[in-house]
């Protein structure tokens, strides 16, 4: 088994990729080892010291280590652990651990305006983070103000409030008159 690493904006994060899906469907963020009872691989993950969160999409996984941990040091056992994992045959996720499908439930008067909103996010936005090593899901829209969770390399990276504000906030507001702005929040 051959795993390539690329790097993402975030220097915090890196992207492992093992050559095989590791979520069929959907993603899975463990912003920290309390999270990853639900997964056998984010739990040998997250054994080596100085790993912070793990993400996972649908070919790869995303590390982010600690502001003290040197990519040097724990990328070595961070590969083998990913390695161990699937070559034991064991499941990315338990039996009832699920993936996420990216977006909460909206319905209401604005319903209409949230399915565009959604539609712009699969389409446009997605694809595009998920090459960087992340996702970002939609919250809620109120007044106006979309609300959107950046996960995996997302979360953190200096760069993530340029890419919402001159990238989706621009994109959305362009398609979509009834956007004025858009906000990141934390889970």
Known sequence: MFIQTESTPNPATLKFLP????????????PSPENADASPL???IFAVDGVNGVFFGNDFVTVTKSDAAEWDHIKPAI??????????GLPVMKEG????SGHSEHTGEDGEIVNQIKELLDTRVRPAV???GGDITFHGFDRGIVYLHMQGACAGCPSSTI?????????????????????????
């Open 163 to 187: 890419t919402l504000k001159m990238g989706i906030e621009n994109l959305l507001r362009h398609y979509i008159p009834e956007v004025t702005e858009v906000r990141p929040i934390g889970v």
């Open 19 to 30: 050559g095989q899906t590791v979520l069929p469907a959907g993603t899975a963020d463990f």
């Open 42 to 44: 984010a739990t040998r």
């Open 130 to 132: 998920a090459q960087d």
């Open 79 to 88: 590969l083998g652990a990913i390695m161990e994992h699937f070559q034991s």
């Open 97 to 100: 651990g699920t993936a996420q």
